[in-house]
């Protein structure tokens, strides 16, 4: 640890005094212990005093006299216990500035290391263990404020978005309540695009259910084994309607042919409805979806992938953010509330997996990355 000014005063005075005392505390149980070699602790004090000078004879008071010994192990035994005042007043400073340093801490919310050095381990193990306190402190408050950012973002954004459909909804509603007499197909018209909102309301906030749901660590999911060979067959069977009606081709690859996984049938379903939607609402040169899967180890690999306009770099790492959308010019044929690919990775993560998107000139990727039994994943949560 590297003193201060004030701290190097103390330690220097503390030093000098704690020398001078234990000197003369030495020189205290030396002159008691050589009076009574000398048998003449019970004489007078003028004798005692002489008796004391005879061991400052050249004569007597040599190197082999055992009173010479006595007085070198009792400096010995002093100089010992300076050392320990010494470094346990040292270790006392170490920990005053170390209060000090929580202490600033806890004041200021300071997320700063607390940059200690110290020749006693334990010190430094402190020191070391109340900087990772500090960090993982600072960690959660970081969570918490980017959460609370997040939160206030989804209520702006979900304000704004269900205002949309409901306040069309009002207004058509209003023209026929207002008007009795209105023509019965203006009625109809009316009529008809007020329900067109209403199911987009509807959808608007079933989309903000599942993406409520996906928020959890995966305690709603229910676990079964599945064969993704199958499961692609369903969607593909599924999508086949959509997919004549705008000439694309559909298919399916995996390697092995047969691969099993532990996962939840409905919650996956869910992410490929919403990526192969995608495609169809965003691929407007698409010819093709193709669906692959291959084993790597303990994890598969599943891509969907089409050969439609190339996304934008800008955007590949912006998709899975909530309502937002590649297409930003308003485009009223596109309809949805951005939610889809928000949704889907928060159901890959429920899965403990990951996505994410890869696009160029020829091909765009959404590349799924999933565990081969998903249900292992939470038993560690």
Known sequence: MKLRAKEIRHLTFFGAVTAIVLL?????????????????????????????????DGQNFTPKNAQWWGF??????????????????????????????????????????????????MVTNLVSQIN??????????????????KQKELVTNVSHDL??????????????ESNPDIPADQMRKHASTAYSKAQQLVAMVEDLFSYSQTQTNGENL???????????DQLIVQFSLDANKHHITM??????????????????ARLFMNLINNAFKYGKTMTFIKLTAAKRDDKVEIKVQNDG???????????FDRFYRVDQSGNKEISGTGLGLAISQG????????????????????????????????AHD
């Open 309 to 319: 306009e190339q996304i934008p770099k800008a955007s590949l790492l912006k998709l």
């Open 163 to 176: 205002r949309t459909p409901l306040t069309s909804i009002i207004g058509y509603l209003g023209l026929i």
């Open 132 to 149: 990772q306190m500090t960090q993982a402190k600072q960690a959660i408050l970081n969570t918490e404020r980017e959460n609370e950012k």
């Open 24 to 56: 003369f505390l030495d020189w205290s149980v030396f002159i008691f212990f050589a009076a009574l070699l000398s048998n003449s602790f019970r004489i007078s004090r003028g004798k005692f005093c002489s008796s004391v000078r005879v061991m400052f």
């Open 251 to 268: 298919s399916s690859l995996t390697n092995p042919d047969q691969i099993q996984i532990v996962a939840d049938p409905e919650k996956l």
């Open 72 to 121: 070198a192990i009792i400096l010995i035994l002093g100089i010992i216990l300076w050392i320990f005042l010494f470094l346990r007043e040292y270790q006392q400073l170490q920990l005053k500035r170390l209060s000090d340093e929580i202490t600033k801490i806890n004041e200021t919310n300071d997320n700063d290391r607390i940059k200690m050095s110290s020749i006693d381990p």
């Open 347 to 378: 159901i890959v993560q429920q899965h403990h997996g990951s996505i994410h998107a890869e696009s160029n000139s020829q091909l765009t990727s959404f590349v799924i990355e999933l565990p081969v039994d998903a249900s292992l994943g939470l």
């Open 222 to 232: 229910h676990f079964q084994p599945m064969e993704i060979s199958e499961f692609f």
